[in-house]
């Protein structure tokens, strides 16, 4: 018998019998508790936490009785027992290396169709079957339709509790269940199975400032994943984790938003024959945390307008009457949020009738001064004439009128918590404390104040489970968040990183992505992501193509929606190395922060070989570790094996530590210009307006958070048209806003808009249904 009988005394299993009766998991838990050689301490321990039936039960069969419940049990003898019986010991070097079940070859053509048609050509497998590649069982993941799944962060009490050593059980021997008798699901959390696990190689892909049309950054992390997957063919098993992986990359990507996908540059699912499918799935709904954090934030905008309103038309005692109303025999109780407030205000009472009446003024009125607030409305879609808005213009709300605007939805600062954010519990106090604006005294109001936080986080406790999808050739993707780069910290989520980075174990490899140019992706990749969860990257990808080198060198001016001059589909090695000053920066910026920088060279079809021979000689003269021509648009994984071995051994000789730009304990002003610096200016000027905001946000105790800049992506100036390496520049700070939440001072360089405006001719013009098939055409 294996090991694992040993160790928790299952080696005889035939006795579990129990007929008439439906086997739940607490009588699986019981027996299995109850038949381990565990401490007495153990198995009260469990008996305390939840009652369990002392009946026997038969549900761990043969393995010549398919038609049993499955489980799968794993210990760090690398043992494992499934429905399909035992497994002992570690697998031999040919099943280490053997391909995925999962993974296609693409038979490709050119000229390359269209991205919609080549995502409508391709059949995707099942997610179950990508999600049985990287060893998940049906109890971690939540099917989200054939193609899409949800793999849970949380995990119920009972089984997440391996905090005492008593219950670690359950975290030993990494119990999944698959019982198809179990009337509930209970998901169980990788992350937390997997917490003793070592990590795989962390890699993030940037770019050099882009045109607007885009320079190919999610193709490429498509691609290099594809490459590392399913041609270099180095799938390895780290059986000394908890569950056992088979998948050796997985790719980390940001939940696109609806504005773009419908605006100027569509969608974000990649491109060509490197993107992750169903690709109109991807780029729509999804598994709908867009949508949840709408609602969410749209929920406290409208908290906020109500406290207003109702503070000015009530009396304390009314107030507090219906905050606090008494039951049918005449007792008040708090609400359990109320203790927050109660807490910050001192005040350590538990029975309402006992505040006195300066202590009932102080609870009910938060007394929010209206010019404060900087909670906006949000929604997904550009729309420029919601910038600044009026609201409470009908009768009813007594002129209670103020200005306000949208922001898009992905501006939101519940958007920037959700990719923060490491836990449940972590995202609950979160969203609790962020800073709505502030009372007539000048003291933070926050969503805990209000007595919303909670709501908030059950509107977004689906929406911190990662979503599972596959890009074309068959690897694994987890899709998570979705913040700008250029209005917010561009980055996708810790929670989908970590869960990555253990099922890959050491020597894979995660794939994730920072929006736009590597001067805000990349920089706020660094300096807040990787402060908050503690990852260092071992890589950074800077991906150029020569479209946009010649655009820096002082080609025309490059516009969506119109041909291209014929400058960037001629040969032109004197405009390309011009330009290359704009990757030599980023080159220099990113190195500085003690990480190997590969630069990827996106090849078009009219890129000559002198011109990509510019490149890579620039490339290495700035100090990047290898510069790698990719044809992944036009071959998918097999036009980027190159840069695949690149980055391999990029990660495997990477020793320097994490660099961070400036420590935490600099001023708000001295971060801001330390980041200015990088870009090349020479000075930051501050309005009034951020003046005036800098004092506030310091002496409210903000100034120890990191710095987001809001800043255009089209150069490292806050002038867009200031292409190249400008330097001497002034840098503008127009504002400074807070996201006490997510943890972050942001502030707005130049004229930055929070909303995005439609193009004269958006993406929408080219994208409908085929009507008789259902399938999306013309989405990019």
Known sequence: ????????????????????????????????????????????????????????????????????????VTDPHHTRIDDGGVVEGRRSDQDMSSSSKTIRRLEVVSPVPADIDIANSVDPFPIAAIAEDLNLGSKHYDLYGKYKAKVPRTTPALLSDSSSSSFGLVSYVGLLLECSYCSSQVLLSVLDELQGSEDGYYVVVGGISPTPLGEGKSTTTVGLCQALGAFLDKKVTPWSSPVVVTSYVITCLRQPSQGPTFGIKGGAAGGGYSQVIPMDEFNLHLTGDIHAITAANNLLAAAIDTRIFHEASQS????????????KEGKRTFANVMFRRLQK?????????????????????????????????????????LRKITVGQGPEEKGMIRETGFDISVASEIMAVLALTTSLAEMRERLGRMVIGNSNAGEPITADDLGVGGALTVLMKDAINPTLMQTLEGTPVLVHAGPFANIAHGNSSIVADKIALKLVGKGGFVVTEAGFGSDIGTEKFMNIKCRYSGLVPQCAIIVATIRALKMHGGGPEVVAGKPLDRAYITENVALVEAGCVNLSRHISNTKAYGVNVVVAINKFATDTDAEMNAVRTAALAAGAFDAVVCTHHAHGGKGAVDLGTAVQRACESQSQTLNFLYPLDFGIKEKIEAIAKSYGASGVEYSEQAEKQIKMYTKQGFSGLPICMAKTQYSFSHIPSQKGAPSGFVLPIRDVRAS??????????????????????????????????????GLS
């Open 316 to 327: 304390d005692k009314a107030l507090f009457n219906r905050l606090c109303p008494p039951n």
């Open 740 to 777: 006490i939440g997510a943890g972050f001072i942001y502030p707005l360089v130049g004229t930055m808009s929070t909303m995005p405006g439609l193009p004269t001719r958006p993406c929408f013009f080219d994208i409908d249904i085929d009507i008789a098939t259902g399938k999306v055409l």
């Open 1 to 72: 018998m294996s090991s694992i009988g040993t160790d928790i005394g299952l080696d005889d299993m035939s006795g579990l019998e129990a007929p008439n009766f439906t086997p739940t998991l607490d009588l699986f838990l019981h027996v299995l508790l109850s038949r381990a050689k565990t401490t007495a301490p153990a198995l009260a321990a469990a008996e305390a936490h939840r009652p369990l039936s002392g009946r026997t039960l038969r549900f761990l069969r043969k393995s010549s009785r398919p038609s049993g419940p499955k489980v799968l």
């Open 345 to 385: 205000l001192g005040i350590s009472k538990t029975n309402p009738d006992e505040l006195t009446p300066d202590e009932v003024k102080r609870f009910v009125r938060l007394d929010i001064d209206p010019d404060s607030i900087t909670w906006r409305r949000v929604m997904d879609v550009n729309d420029r004439f």
